[in-house]
């Protein structure tokens, strides 16, 4: 059992930084791979990026590449997503979310805990 908060959503202008914080508890969550997803309105919800148990590994969407930076912090129950220059496209709610084991992935299918997200709307 595992559960997750996540926390640092807000409105921003085109261009501007967002850190979205996701704190984790239960006996597991150092032991899974997490991920970030999105749903904007009247849209399916999309993979962000994934990270290792370890931190050491990541994996972005195409759309992102280049501009989110996912990390976390085993010690302290806790994962990151480090979003820059961000884009009116980026708008959406964000959910953290659990995976079943290690490995790493990008379907929404294999991530068995979800946050009830938080919500990034972005200006142009």
């Known amino acids: 059992q595992v559960q997750l908060v996540e926390s640092g959503g807000g409105l921003v202008q085109a261009g501007d930084s967002l850190r979205l914080s996701c704190a984790a508890s239960?006996?597991?969550?150092?032991?899974?791979?997490m991920g970030w997803f999105r749903q904007a309105p009247g849209k399916e919800r999309d993979f962000v990026a994934v990270?290792?148990?370890?931190?050491?590994?990541?994996i972005y969407a195409d759309s992102v590449q280049g501009r989110f930076t996912m990390s976390r912090d085993n010690a302290k129950n806790m994962v990151y997503l480090q979003m820059n220059n961000l884009k009116p496209e980026d708008t959406a709610v964000y959910y953290c979310?659990?995976?079943?084991?290690?490995?790493?992935?990008?379907?929404?299918?294999?991530?068995?805990?979800w946050g009830q997200g938080t919500q990034v709307t972005v200006s142009s």
């Open positions: 979310a659990a995976g079943r084991w290690s490995t790493m992935t990008r379907e929404h299918y294999y991530y068995a805990y």
């Open positions: 239960g006996r597991t969550f150092s032991s899974v791979a």
């Open positions: 990270i290792s148990v370890n931190g050491g590994s990541t």
